[in-house]
Protein backbone atom coordinates (compact mmCIF):
# COMPACT_ATOMS: atom_id res chain seq x y z
CA UNK A 1 0.00 0.00 0.00
CA UNK A 2 1.60 3.50 -1.08
CA UNK A 3 1.87 6.08 1.28
CA UNK A 4 -1.32 8.14 0.09
CA UNK A 5 -3.36 5.52 0.22
CA UNK A 6 -2.46 4.91 4.12
CA UNK A 7 -3.18 8.41 4.43
CA UNK A 8 -6.50 8.78 2.78
CA UNK A 9 -7.37 5.48 5.21
CA UNK A 10 -6.64 7.01 8.00
CA UNK A 11 -8.41 10.13 7.55
CA UNK A 12 -11.59 11.86 7.00
CA UNK A 13 -13.01 15.04 5.79
CA UNK A 14 -14.18 17.31 8.28
CA UNK A 15 -18.13 18.63 8.44
CA UNK A 16 -18.52 22.71 6.79
CA UNK A 17 -21.26 24.70 7.20
CA UNK A 18 -21.98 24.68 3.40
CA UNK A 19 -23.19 27.97 1.95
CA UNK A 20 -25.11 28.86 -0.83
CA UNK A 21 -24.90 32.11 -2.85
CA UNK A 22 -27.61 34.50 -3.01
CA UNK A 23 -29.41 32.85 -0.38
CA UNK A 24 -30.71 29.78 -2.46
CA UNK A 25 -31.28 25.75 -1.99
CA UNK A 26 -33.91 24.07 -0.55
CA UNK A 27 -33.50 25.54 2.83
CA UNK A 28 -36.64 27.21 5.53
CA UNK A 29 -38.31 29.61 3.08
CA UNK A 30 -40.39 32.32 4.94
CA UNK A 31 -42.12 35.00 2.66
CA UNK A 32 -42.07 37.85 5.67
CA UNK A 33 -39.55 39.51 7.22
CA UNK A 34 -39.75 37.77 10.58
CA UNK A 35 -39.69 33.93 11.79
CA UNK A 36 -39.03 31.87 13.97
CA UNK A 37 -36.48 28.87 12.98
CA UNK A 38 -36.13 25.90 15.52
CA UNK A 39 -33.87 22.95 15.75
CA UNK A 40 -34.34 20.24 14.03
CA UNK A 41 -33.27 16.40 13.76
CA UNK A 42 -33.82 13.93 17.18
CA UNK A 43 -31.19 15.48 18.89
CA UNK A 44 -31.02 16.63 22.66
CA UNK A 45 -32.44 19.88 22.94
CA UNK A 46 -32.82 20.51 26.22
CA UNK A 47 -29.18 22.41 26.40
CA UNK A 48 -28.72 24.42 28.88
CA UNK A 49 -25.96 27.73 29.92
CA UNK A 50 -23.54 26.19 32.02
CA UNK A 51 -23.03 27.72 35.42
CA UNK A 52 -19.78 31.23 35.25
CA UNK A 53 -17.44 30.37 38.36
CA UNK A 54 -18.23 33.86 39.48
CA UNK A 55 -14.47 34.03 40.37
CA UNK A 56 -14.42 37.50 40.22
CA UNK A 57 -17.17 38.13 42.85
CA UNK A 58 -16.41 35.41 44.93
CA UNK A 59 -13.40 36.66 45.09
CA UNK A 60 -14.10 40.70 46.25
CA UNK A 61 -16.79 39.26 48.87
CA UNK A 62 -13.72 36.80 50.19
CA UNK A 63 -11.42 39.63 50.38
CA UNK A 64 -13.83 41.77 51.88
CA UNK A 65 -15.08 39.68 54.53
CA UNK A 66 -11.60 38.33 55.16
CA UNK A 67 -10.65 41.99 55.99
CA UNK A 68 -13.49 42.97 58.17
CA UNK A 69 -13.13 39.59 60.49
CA UNK A 70 -9.55 39.83 60.07
CA UNK A 71 -9.31 43.70 61.76
CA UNK A 72 -12.01 42.67 64.15
CA UNK A 73 -10.36 39.62 65.75
CA UNK A 74 -7.30 41.65 65.66
CA UNK A 75 -8.95 44.27 68.08
CA UNK A 76 -10.67 41.86 70.08
CA UNK A 77 -7.45 40.34 71.34
CA UNK A 78 -5.70 43.54 71.49
CA UNK A 79 -9.20 44.34 74.58
CA UNK A 80 -8.47 41.30 75.90
CA UNK A 81 -4.98 41.72 76.36
CA UNK A 82 -5.47 45.08 78.16
CA UNK A 83 -5.45 47.61 75.24
CA UNK A 84 -7.83 50.33 74.61
CA UNK A 85 -10.29 49.46 71.60
CA UNK A 86 -9.61 50.75 68.37
CA UNK A 87 -11.19 54.47 67.39
CA UNK A 88 -13.64 52.89 64.72
CA UNK A 89 -14.89 50.54 66.70
CA UNK A 90 -15.73 52.70 69.59
CA UNK A 91 -17.26 55.24 67.32
CA UNK A 92 -19.64 52.09 65.98
CA UNK A 93 -20.51 50.92 69.15
CA UNK A 94 -21.68 54.50 70.20
CA UNK A 95 -23.98 55.43 67.17
CA UNK A 96 -25.83 51.96 67.30
CA UNK A 97 -26.62 52.86 70.81
CA UNK A 98 -27.36 55.83 69.80
CA UNK A 99 -28.95 56.35 66.47
CA UNK A 100 -32.56 55.72 66.12
CA UNK A 101 -33.46 53.29 63.78
CA UNK A 102 -35.37 55.78 61.42
CA UNK A 103 -32.35 58.04 61.04
CA UNK A 104 -30.98 58.53 57.55
CA UNK A 105 -27.93 57.24 57.70
CA UNK A 106 -29.01 54.01 59.39
CA UNK A 107 -31.77 53.70 56.18
CA UNK A 108 -29.41 54.20 53.94
CA UNK A 109 -26.94 51.50 55.47
CA UNK A 110 -30.15 48.82 55.60
CA UNK A 111 -30.92 49.76 52.24
CA UNK A 112 -26.96 49.11 50.71
CA UNK A 113 -27.29 46.10 52.78
CA UNK A 114 -30.67 44.83 51.04
CA UNK A 115 -29.40 45.73 47.49
CA UNK A 116 -25.96 43.76 48.08
CA UNK A 117 -27.39 41.25 49.42
CA UNK A 118 -29.94 41.10 46.48
CA UNK A 119 -27.16 40.83 44.08
CA UNK A 120 -25.38 38.10 45.61
CA UNK A 121 -28.95 35.97 45.52
CA UNK A 122 -29.20 36.80 42.16
CA UNK A 123 -25.69 35.77 40.99
CA UNK A 124 -26.02 32.74 43.21
CA UNK A 125 -29.40 31.88 41.79
CA UNK A 126 -28.88 32.14 38.06
CA UNK A 127 -26.07 30.76 35.59
CA UNK A 128 -24.60 34.08 33.99
CA UNK A 129 -22.80 33.90 30.81
CA UNK A 130 -25.58 35.06 28.92
CA UNK A 131 -23.24 35.63 25.88
CA UNK A 132 -22.84 32.54 25.25
CA UNK A 133 -25.71 30.34 23.59
CA UNK A 134 -26.47 26.69 24.15
CA UNK A 135 -25.90 23.92 21.23
CA UNK A 136 -27.26 20.81 20.49
CA UNK A 137 -25.91 18.00 22.62
CA UNK A 138 -25.45 15.07 20.08
CA UNK A 139 -23.22 12.91 22.68
CA UNK A 140 -23.95 12.17 26.06
CA UNK A 141 -21.56 14.33 28.58
CA UNK A 142 -20.22 16.73 25.87
CA UNK A 143 -21.73 19.66 26.50
CA UNK A 144 -20.87 23.43 23.95
CA UNK A 145 -21.98 26.77 23.33
CA UNK A 146 -21.62 29.84 21.00
CA UNK A 147 -20.64 32.80 21.49
CA UNK A 148 -23.58 35.05 20.33
CA UNK A 149 -20.80 37.36 18.87
CA UNK A 150 -19.55 34.62 16.72
CA UNK A 151 -22.86 33.39 15.56
CA UNK A 152 -23.80 37.43 14.60
CA UNK A 153 -20.55 37.39 12.50
CA UNK A 154 -21.51 34.04 10.34
CA UNK A 155 -24.61 35.42 9.63
CA UNK A 156 -23.22 38.18 8.80
CA UNK A 157 -21.43 36.42 6.21
CA UNK A 158 -23.91 34.58 5.08
CA UNK A 159 -25.87 37.76 4.40
CA UNK A 160 -23.77 39.98 2.82
CA UNK A 161 -23.35 36.70 0.24
CA UNK A 162 -27.38 37.50 -0.86
CA UNK A 163 -26.96 39.60 -4.30
CA UNK A 164 -27.88 43.45 -3.72
CA UNK A 165 -26.85 43.49 0.17
CA UNK A 166 -24.26 46.47 0.46
CA UNK A 167 -24.49 46.38 4.11
CA UNK A 168 -25.59 44.17 6.93
CA UNK A 169 -25.36 44.68 10.44
CA UNK A 170 -26.13 41.65 12.79
CA UNK A 171 -26.73 41.24 16.08
CA UNK A 172 -28.21 37.92 18.46
CA UNK A 173 -29.85 38.03 21.35
CA UNK A 174 -30.80 34.91 23.26
CA UNK A 175 -34.13 34.52 21.87
CA UNK A 176 -33.79 37.07 18.86
CA UNK A 177 -31.69 37.49 15.69
CA UNK A 178 -32.19 40.73 13.87
CA UNK A 179 -30.73 41.55 10.71
CA UNK A 180 -30.94 45.57 9.57
CA UNK A 181 -29.48 45.38 5.64
CA UNK A 182 -28.79 48.30 3.20
CA UNK A 183 -30.10 46.89 -0.12
CA UNK A 184 -28.07 49.04 -3.47
CA UNK A 185 -30.16 47.43 -5.83
CA UNK A 186 -32.87 44.47 -7.04
CA UNK A 187 -36.38 44.77 -5.26
CA UNK A 188 -36.54 45.34 -1.42
CA UNK A 189 -39.06 42.33 -1.24
CA UNK A 190 -36.72 40.21 -3.01
CA UNK A 191 -33.44 40.92 -0.93
CA UNK A 192 -35.64 40.34 2.10
CA UNK A 193 -37.01 37.30 1.05
CA UNK A 194 -33.52 36.03 0.20
CA UNK A 195 -32.27 37.01 3.37
CA UNK A 196 -35.04 35.64 5.28
CA UNK A 197 -33.75 31.67 3.46
CA UNK A 198 -30.37 32.32 3.86
CA UNK A 199 -30.21 33.61 7.20
CA UNK A 200 -32.62 31.04 8.14
CA UNK A 201 -30.22 28.20 6.69
CA UNK A 202 -27.38 29.62 8.82
CA UNK A 203 -29.44 29.80 12.24
CA UNK A 204 -30.08 25.76 11.44
CA UNK A 205 -26.81 25.12 10.88
CA UNK A 206 -24.94 26.51 13.94
CA UNK A 207 -26.55 23.96 15.93
CA UNK A 208 -28.34 26.15 18.63
CA UNK A 209 -30.24 24.26 21.35
CA UNK A 210 -33.07 26.71 21.43
CA UNK A 211 -34.70 28.49 18.20
CA UNK A 212 -33.68 31.94 17.55
CA UNK A 213 -36.53 34.76 16.13
CA UNK A 214 -35.22 36.00 13.29
CA UNK A 215 -36.00 39.72 11.80
CA UNK A 216 -34.78 40.94 8.69
CA UNK A 217 -35.10 44.59 7.89
CA UNK A 218 -34.29 46.13 4.27
CA UNK A 219 -33.72 49.57 3.17
CA UNK A 220 -31.80 52.07 0.82
CA UNK A 221 -28.85 53.19 1.42
CA UNK A 222 -28.90 56.96 2.51
CA UNK A 223 -28.05 59.26 -0.95
CA UNK A 224 -25.15 61.58 -0.29
Known amino acids: MSDDEARGADTARLPTLEKTPGGGGDGL ?3 GSAADYAPTGDDDHSGRRPWSARRVPAALVALVLLGALGLLLYDVAAVRAG ?3 MAW ?7 LATRHL ?3 WVLAAAAVAVLLGAWLLVLALTPGLRELLPMRRTAPGVRACLDRSAAALVLRDR ?3 VAGVQSVRM ?3 RRKARARAFAHFRELDEVRSDLDRA ?3 GLAQLGLAHGLHLTVEVRRPKKG
Open 29 to 31: EQS
Open 83 to 85: RPA
Open 89 to 95: RTWLAHQ
Open 102 to 104: DSP
Open 159 to 161: AME
Open 171 to 173: TVG
Open 199 to 201: LGD
